[in-house]
T-cell receptor, first 114, second 114 residues
Framework: SAVISQKPSRDICQRGTSLTIQCQVDSQVTMMFWYRQQPGQSLTLIATANQGSEATYESGFVIDKFPISRPNLTFSTLTVSNMSPEDSSIYLC???????????FGQGTRLTVV | AQKITQTQPGMFVQEKEAVTLDCTYDTSDQSYGLFWYKQPSSGEMIFLIYQGSYDEQNATEGRYSLNFQKARKSANLVISASQLGDSAMYFCAIRRTRNTPLVFGKGTRLSVIA
């Protein structure tokens, strides 16, 4: 299995500031996925991060607001920029694993914007 | 496009009883994987069970089993001998391959009563 270390686990931030979330995987993976989970909601895909290329963003998410880096096959960051209270959510990174049978998540980052 | 439907926003079950959480899906892909995750109040996503579209046998993992009915496009999760620690949100998800993202349903909140 893959182990994903995500940090910070939680943060309280002032509106207008930015927060960078890190995900470190203990094995090399091709794709990493970033999700947002707003309070009481399901998980929504923000973007797919492939090493060596620009991240692919889903409708409603833009690079200026959620810049992503993927410098190597084990690491990725998601930045939440110019935060507002509406950005208060849990942010999760995820990787696929195995021939087709696993998908692992980091521990999540619980963000509160005040 | 892939879609997951979970029609039960909340479920109650007596401790030690079995419970079935419903999941139906829609996809035009021939090959896909179905997943169930548990999310406790801490926010982490805990992988429970996987079913491949070509798997002829229903998947089982300890107290969890997946009732897979391909023709009806349903993948219900059965939890046997419920425990108080099973109280959490449960999400059904689908994806094509390990290098594609998961698509989640809205989730079912399970409450186990002593």
């Amino acid at each position: 299995s893959a182990v994903i270390s995500q940090k910070p686990s939680r943060d309280i931030c002032q509106r207008g500031t930015s927060l960078t979330i890190q995900c470190q995987v203990d094995s090399q993976v091709t794709m990493m996925f970033w999700y947002r989970q707003q309070p009481g909601q399901s998980l929504t895909l923000i973007a797919t991060a492939n090493q060596g290329s620009e991240a692919t963003y889903e409708s409603g998410f833009v690079i200026d607001k959620f810049p992503i880096s993927r410098p190597n096959l084990t690491f990725s960051t998601l930045t939440v920029s110019n935060m507002s209270p509406e950005d208060s959510s849990i942010y999760l990174c995820s990787v696929g694993w195995g021939p087709n049978t696993e998908a692992f998540f980091g521990q999540g980052t619980r963000l509160t914007v005040v | 496009a892939q879609k997951i439907t979970q029609t039960q926003p909340g479920m109650f079950v007596q401790e030690k009883e079995a419970v079935t959480l419903d999941c139906t899906y829609d996809t035009s892909d021939q090959s896909y994987g179905l997943f169930w995750y548990k999310q406790p109040s801490s926010g982490e996503m805990i992988f429970l069970i996987y079913q491949g579209s070509y798997d002829e046998q229903n998947a089982t993992e300890g107290r969890y089993s997946l009732n897979f009915q391909k023709a009806r496009k349903s993948a219900n999760l059965v939890i046997s001998a419920s425990q108080l620690g099973d109280s959490a949100m449960y999400f059904c998800a689908i994806r094509r391959t390990r290098n594609t993202p998961l698509v989640f349903g809205k989730g079912t909140r399970l409450s186990v009563i002593a």
